[in-house]
């Protein structure tokens, strides 16, 4: 067999494995609109922030609530990850997690 038939193989074996872990579809965290906000507002604020948190996994980005629970990223799973960037840009504009919401995301 050929080196490059060889990096060929490699590299799709690498693709296709890349392609089966599985990426969040959603938060698994409860968050309500913050005082007097619209539904409406806290649905556009809700798609925005989901945008964010795929954004924050596609870039490998740290979140400052990572940080700031001072919880290491090699220790979050990507649903951890996901949920965290989800909450705090959701904080960030105002709303309110549920008391459960970080039940599993606090150190």
Do not use: W
């Amino acid at each position: 067999m050929s080196f490059s038939r060889r990096i060929l193989i490699a590299v799709t074996v690498c693709a296709v494995a890349a392609g089966c872990l599985s990426q969040p579809i959603g938060p698994a965290v409860a968050v309500k609109p913050g005082r007097d906000k619209p539904f409406t507002v806290f649905l556009q604020e809700d798609a925005q922030c989901k945008q964010y948190a795929r954004e924050q996994l596609a870039g490998g980005a740290d979140t400052r609530a990572a940080s700031d629970a001072q919880v290491p990223r090699a220790q979050l799973n990507v649903q951890q990850r996901y949920d965290l960037a989800y909450l705090e840009c959701m904080r960030a504009k105002g709303n309110e997690m549920s008391e459960r919401a970080g039940a599993n995301h606090t150190a």
